[in-house]
């Protein structure tokens, strides 16, 4: 029985069925890709191919690298909302350096750095002011807007190391995409890490209860300053991974990958109010988010359309998530 | 009088900030910003940004936030110019209840949903949006009737409309706050709901109101832009949103609640109409304006929380003080 953070299994006594039931209705992150993945097979005879399967794993491999960051954020009851143009801003800098001459491993490490800036900048503000983090992220994400669009001149970016594409297109043993693997490698790291070790099991201490943690010796403007770091460094990576996919960058690569990252997160069942989630979590939820597009895409469903879908799920996600705080 | 001013001027750091403004900008910009053509451009382009800040003035408030106004603002905008065929009034008419319904569902998803505001209307800015989208299918929609230009683009002498309407709007949502029940309740909810709670006031029906009028208000902003361009298309109301937050919070609203006046809303959209304006005249590009508001956003955003909890820290040194 799966419990995240501090919850206690509080129904030890009763029955299988009991227990099956009370699953699935603490888990509607599991049952609805498997519903889903039924509708999927119904309504699209291309649906359950390999071939279409691993390409829905590979197109959601980079909203899941930057969903990892904002689970661990939203597990401390925090958010960052400026990952969608920092996504953009790895990959241009990425860039940028290497016409300057910057080597494979030294753009790498620029574009990185800019994320974990970014992410420096949003938690140095947000613990020394204990502004609403929402708003100040949603500032500092028109603020790498701009710097984007300076960089850039709004102008298309080449890419001009080739090994550098290898990170986007490269498989390992040709038949996985390294992107799926740093993915789905990043969740089970960080699930261990959240319920293995005294830093994670902080960070549920930090989201469900502040003042108990303070109280009981967490540093929290400490850990919260290197989460958003850390979220600033994965929505990073996701821009170089994005970038050496496509081969070239903009200033607006990886726009929405704020609020789809946030209803990954949550269609997984991380909570919005912090205290409750994983990673594990969210790369169903991510898996969620993208059999879901790929439907629309294959319904042929348009893409305004798929606006609303995705708003009204969000909605509906996040009212269940109220319902089952309050219980 | 005086008296009153001076308290009005110490209170509000915004007349400060203005004034630096307009004295900083007609020196740098020469006789390009302080002539009479100037200011009924500024006087023209704000008016189109006051009824957004009202109605974030009015949610915060009542302690919530709306980030839909953006969204609501644009779908009026296609509602007023995509209707126009069936007759203006309809049209409005039309964009008008659209606005007062999409705040209705907020209202209801704050109340009854129980759904934090911020996280509710992000939701509902993206449905919204979606809407938007799906109704224009991404086309600009071009205006029929010529006539209706005049309340966005027309002048009464030297004196815009827009101007004219937003301000009669502006007494209107005044009277609402400082002498209607509605108004007191506001305040009081989002001062303290529980105490407003206790003290009888329905807070379930307060705070839907409050979104209601948001919504409206932003579906007015949206006509009346629609009007000026004779057209609507999907880049207007983007970031509107942010930008009345800032401006609402600029002129005295907080973001802990129970603080904000149709004046401050005033005066905190007219600095930020006077900055951008300034930086246009002065030729600061448009990447580096984007960045300066990013600035602003986030500088208003931490003072107000600053504030709050310097605000704090003194109640509780008082509350300590007297249990001595």
């Not at chain 2, 953006?70 to 069936?86: E, I, N, R």
């Not at chain 2, 937003?166 to 009277?175: P, T």
Request: hydrophobic share 55%; aromatic share 8%.
């Amino acid at each position: 029985m799966p419990q995240d953070g501090l919850g206690q299994p509080e129904f030890e006594k009763r029955g299988v069925a009991a227990a099956l039931i009370h699953f699935m209705v603490t888990n509607p992150a599991l049952i609805i890709p498997a519903v889903l993945m039924a509708a999927g097979a119904i309504l699209s005879p291309v649906f359950l191919t390999t071939q279409n399967l691993l390409n829905i794993l590979w197109t959601v491999s980079v909203l899941g690298i930057v969903a990892m960051g904002q689970t661990i954020l939203l597990i401390t009851g925090n958010f960052d909302m400026s990952v969608a143009y920092v996504v953009g801003l790895a990959g241009i800098t990425a860039v940028i350096a290497q016409l300057y001459g910057a080597g494979l491993v030294a753009s790498i490490v620029l574009g990185l750095l800019a994320g974990a800036l970014i992410g420096l900048l949003n938690g140095a503000i947000i613990v020394l002011t204990k502004a609403n983090a929402f708003l100040i992220t949603l500032g500092t994400s028109i603020l790498v807007y701009s710097i984007n669009l300076i960089l850039t001149q709004s102008k298309t970016w080449n890419v001009s190391v080739d090994s550098f594409l290898l990170l986007g297109r490269g498989k390992l043993f040709d038949t996985v995409y390294y992107s799926v693997i740093i993915f789905l490698l990043l969740g089970i790291v960080l699930q261990f890490m959240l319920r293995q070790t005294t830093f994670g099991r902080s960070l549920y201490i930090i989201g469900s209860n502040q003042r108990a943690g303070a109280l009981s010796g967490i540093r929290i403007d400490r850990i919260k300053l290197a989460t958003y770091v850390f979220c600033g460094t994965t929505a990073a990576l996701a821009g170089l991974i994005m970038t050496a996919r496509t081969g070239s960058t903009v200033a607006n690569a990886g726009v929405g990958m704020d609020f789809d990252s946030l209803i990954a997160a949550v269609l997984g069942g991380t909570s919005l109010f912090g205290g409750r989630g994983g990673t594990l979590r969210t790369i169903v939820g991510v898996l969620i988010l993208g059999v879901l597009n790929n439907l629309l895409v294959l319904l042929n469903i348009p893409y305004e359309a798929q606006q609303i879908a995705k708003g009204l799920v969000f909605l509906a996600v996040v009212w269940m998530d109220g319902l089952l705080q309050k219980r | 009088m005086w008296t009153k001013t001076r308290q009005f001027v110490l209170q509000h750091n915004v007349v400060m900030l203005l004034l630096f403004l307009v004295i900083f900008f007609s020196l740098t910009t020469g006789s390009l910003f302080s002539n009479g053509q100037n200011i009924h451009n500024i006087a023209r382009q704000i008016s189109f940004d006051i009824p957004l800040a009202l109605a974030l003035t009015i949610v915060l408030i009542a302690g919530g936030i709306d980030l839909s106004v953006g969204s609501v603002l644009s779908m009026a905008a296609a509602l007023t110019m995509g209707l126009q065929p069936y007759g203006s009034w309809f049209s409005v008419t039309v964009a008008l209840i659209f606005g007062a319904g999409v705040g209705l569902v907020n209202g209801l998803l704050v109340t009854k949903g129980k759904i934090v505001p911020f996280i509710a209307t992000l939701g509902s800015m993206t449905v919204v949006r979606g809407i938007m989208l799906t109704y224009t299918r991404q086309q600009p929609i071009a205006g029929s009737d010529a006539a209706f230009t005049y309340w966005g683009a027309g002048s009464l002498g030297p004196i815009p409309v827009p101007i004219l309407i937003v301000l009669a709007i502006c007494v209107a949502v005044h009277i609402i706050l400082k002498y209607m029940q509605l108004g007191r309740n506001l305040y009081a909810i989002g001062g303290n709901p529980e105490a407003a709670f206790l003290a009888g006031i329905n807070v379930f029906r307060n705070k839907v109101m409050a979104f209601v009028l948001s919504g409206l208000l932003a579906a007015i902003s949206g006509v009346l832009i629609a009007s000026r361009l004779n057209s609507s298309t999907v880049h207007i109301g983007l970031d509107s949103g942010l930008w009345a937050i800032a401006a609402a919070i600029i002129g005295g609203a907080s973001l802990t609640g129970g603080k904000g006046s149709v004046l401050g809303a005033l005066l905190g959209v007219t600095t930020l109409g006077v900055l951008v304006n300034g930086m246009n005249l002065l030729g600061v590009h448009t990447y580096y304006q984007i960045g300066i508001r990013a600035i602003i956003l986030i500088a208003v955003v931490a003072v107000d929380a600053l504030s709050a909890m310097n605000l704090r820290k003194k109640l509780m040194m008082q509350s300590y003080g007297n249990r001595q």
